[in-house]
T-cell receptor
Framework: GQQVMQIPQYQHVQEGEDFTTYCNSSTTLSNIQWYKQRPGGHPVFLIQLVKSGEVKKQKRLTFQFGEAKKNSSLHITATQTTDVGTYFCAGPRDQKVTFGIGTKLQVIP | DAGVIQSPRHEVTEMGQEVTLRCKPISGHDYLFWYRQTMMRGLELLIYFNNNVPIDDSGMPEDRFSAKMPNASFSTLKIQPSEPRDSAVYFC???????????FGNGTRLTVT
């Protein structure tokens, strides 16, 4: 089964609104990775978080890793139509990389 | 760096036929992963290799599925016989170390009628 759970599964937002997706694990993660998959495309790596409580930013994207290293979030500020796609978290464990179900983001212009 | 190369991009076959999907990882990458993506189940890890050796195949659905990696630059995923429920996008990914980001191929969209 899936190592990580991700919510919500779908999200529709108006362009300019913020968006957040959450990733939760029942076990402590050594690190967490986030990927984005555009419609019809393949997952593309965005970022990796390693440290407890770590926060990283990429322009309008903010990634957080929980203090207990069991949860993570991705927040997009002021969404744009180019943000459309499915966002996945992945929790590598013993080199085995399993993905959450993903959050499919639709941005309404 | 040509990236991970998968072939074919699309495969349409009839139930009962054998299907072979191919993957060429990025040169120098020691890990290779096969994933299956469907709307219902998301990205499922089928099997992964380290230095051409299968490490974990617990995600392989059943005996109809098999995967090989005869050398560092080539892997296959075979389904025999194929069934309509095997229809999905199959991705291959590689990475240099176990905790490095995965590099995905463009995937093979398989349709079994």
């Amino acid at each position: 089964g899936q190592q990580v759970m991700q919510i919500p599964q779908y999200q529709h937002v108006q362009e300019g609104e913020d968006f957040t997706t959450y990733c939760n694990s029942s076990t402590t993660l050594s690190n967490i990775q986030w990927y984005k998959q555009r419609p019809g495309g393949h997952p593309v790596f965005l970022i990796q978080l390693v440290k407890s409580g770590e926060v990283k930013k990429q322009k309008r994207l903010t990634f957080q890793f929980g203090e207990a290293k069991k949860n993570s979030s991705l927040h997009i500020t002021a969404t744009q139509t180019t943000d459309v796609g499915t966002y996945f978290c992945a929790g590598p464990r013993d080199q085995k990389v399993t993905f959450g179900i993903g959050t499919k983001l639709q941005v309404i212009p | 760096d040509a990236g991970v190369i998968q072939s074919p991009r699309h495969e349409v076959t009839e139930m009962g036929q054998e299907v072979t999907l191919r993957c060429k990882p990025i040169s120098g990458h020691d890990y290779l992963f096969w994933y299956r993506q469907t709307m219902m189940r998301g990205l499922e890890l089928l099997i992964y290799f380290n230095n051409n050796v299968p490490i974990d195949d617990s995600g392989m659905p059943e005996d109809r599925f098999s995967a090989k990696m005869p050398n560092a630059s080539f892997s296959t995923l075979k389904i025999q016989p194929s069934e309509p429920r095997d229809s999905a996008v199959y991705f291959c990914a590689s990475t240099g170390t176990g905790y490095s980001p995965l590099h995905f191929g463009n995937g093979t969209r398989l349709t079994v009628t």
